[in-house]
């Protein structure tokens, strides 16, 4: 019996130590890189990775940092994922971490800096450089405060990278927002060590048999986050107001408003993806293209429903860019609001410029040539006209067709080109003349 037990504890030994029975698994590190401005677009890209993370059950996450910071709301929503993720982070500052990278930082659980890195200079600023109002200011001074605190960390030293009227004597002194060096982010506890790689710090953590994931957006996400650019965003507005300009102008093409329909859901679904767009900014501007469809094919003139129709068309435009809670824009930076409204703006102006220079071009291609009139038919060459005689000031008679301005209108029995100046006149409606130019008449409805 014991020989029997010898064997077995041979071939135990035999496979434990040549299939790695009984041995655990290599750590899993996740490396996520956040090296540009904070934006819709990282704020994605870090969700992304952190559901990437708890599908593979990793065991550490590194965020490699070099930024100068970016919008608050998405660096806020990546602290909030930060410190409710339950495994290790680790924030490697590979050169810069301010304002908002700053933020970020301080949520993980561990800090490690290059060589030459900085961190702070956490003060909320516009998008000209100029401090924002205090509102800001104290919304980041207070989330700063409390990440240290859940970290462990020195809680007015993390509000004096925000505030520089807080004085901390040899550390920070007033009128100065605090930024750290490597060394004094060391000395201070807002960083472990200076190091020059991933590996490095994963040796001082002890470990050093791990599997890195470098984790990468995948085709469709890239696509997504080239739509949220801001300057796709533009282009794509641009595509959606010349394609329904286009289609308004000569219907039943088909093809401006199925270029417009495409480029609104390449618009609206990576915002709406990346929690952005909400249902009723989407909802607004299907009200907007209604309205404004209805301004031209059904109501006469252009009024209440077609400057409404503009206004929700930009205002819904405008708001998937931003991250409000329904009509509270508190904790949205007036520049982002700007920016988003700009970008709007430039796609609207540049679908006009497009729309113009296309017009301009249309008429020396041989396409025009063959379906408009460019040679000019004078009476020397043997044309003539007819004009309309005067006798015709004062008749009275009806619309043929709606005069949007233009139509045709039945006087006596007979069909004439009429237009008017005033606003636009429906079908059957009685008009009297006013005046005769050229071939045309000018009419106006009958005053009871």
């Known amino acids: 019996m014991s020989n029997m037990k010898h064997i077995f504890v041979i071939i135990l030994a035999f496979l434990s130590t040549h299939i790695g029975l009984g041995q655990n ?67 490697f500052i590979n050169k810069d971490a301010a304002s908002a990278g700053a933020l970020i930082s301080i949520a993980c659980d561990s800090i ?34 409390s990440t240290a605190e859940a970290r462990g960390r020195n809680p007015e030293i993390a509000e004096a990278m925000v505030d520089e009227d807080i004085n901390l004597d040899s550390i920070a002194g007033p009128g100065k927002v605090l930024t750290f060096s490597v060394s004094e982010a060391i000395t201070y506890g807002f960083c472990e060590a ?12 002890g470990i050093s048999n791990y599997q890195i994931e470098v984790f990468e957006l995948d085709t469709i996400e890239q696509l997504i986050a080239l739509f949220l650019n801001p300057f796709v965003s533009g282009l ?42 909400e249902n009723w900014e989407v909802l607004l501007f299907i009200a907007g293209v209604l309205l404004l469809v209805l301004e031209i094919f059904v109501i006469p003139g252009f009024g209440l429903a077609g400057i409404l129709g503009l206004i929700f068309i930009i205002s819904a435009l405008t708001l998937v860019m931003v991250d409000n809670d329904g009509l509270d824009f508190d904790l949205i930076e007036a520049p982002t609001i700007f920016k988003a409204f700009a970008t709007t703006i430039a796609g609207i102006m540049g679908s006009l410029v497009v729309l113009v220079t296309l017009g301009i071009k249309m008429t020396a291609t041989k396409f025009f040539d063959r379906v408009a009139l460019k040679e000019v038919q004078s009476s020397s060459s043997g044309f003539t006209a007819t004009s309309n005689s005067q006798l015709m000031i004062g008749k009275i008679g009806i619309t043929a067709s ?32 006013i005046s005769t130019e050229g071939t045309s008449l000018k009419v106006a409805p009958v005053t009871p």
Do not use: C, W
Request: glycine residues 8%; charged residues 20%; proline residues 5%.
């Open 25 to 91: 698994d290599p750590p899993i590190v996740m490396h996520l890189k956040v090296l540009t401005d904070i934006d819709p677009r990282t704020n994605r890209y870090i969700e992304l990775g952190f559901e990437k993370a708890e599908e593979l059950n990793v065991d550490y996450v590194i965020i490699e940092l070099d930024t100068y910071g970016g919008a608050l709301n998405d660096a806020d929503e990546i602290r909030t994922r930060i410190l409710n993720f339950k495994k290790p982070i680790y924030a």
């Open 112 to 145: 490690y800096m290059s060589a030459g890195s900085s961190i702070g200079a956490a003060t909320v600023v516009t998008g000209q450089g100029e401090v924002a109002p205090d509102k800001y200011q104290s919304y980041m001074r207070s989330i700063m405060r």
């Open 194 to 205: 200076q190091v020059t790689s991933i590996t490095e710090i994963m040796n001082r953590s």
């Open 236 to 277: 794509l507005i641009l595509i959606i107001i010349g394609g329904i300009y286009f289609e308004l102008q000569t219907p039943g093409i088909g093809f401006p408003i199925a270029a417009s329909f495409v480029a609104a859901l390449l618009y609206f679904t990576p915002y709406y993806l990346n929690g952005l767009a």
């Open 402 to 433: 709606v005069l949007r301005p233009s139509g045709k209108i039945l006087i006596d029995g007979d069909v004439y080109d009429a237009y008017t100046r005033s606003a636009f006149i429906e079908k059957g409606i009685a008009i009297v003349v």
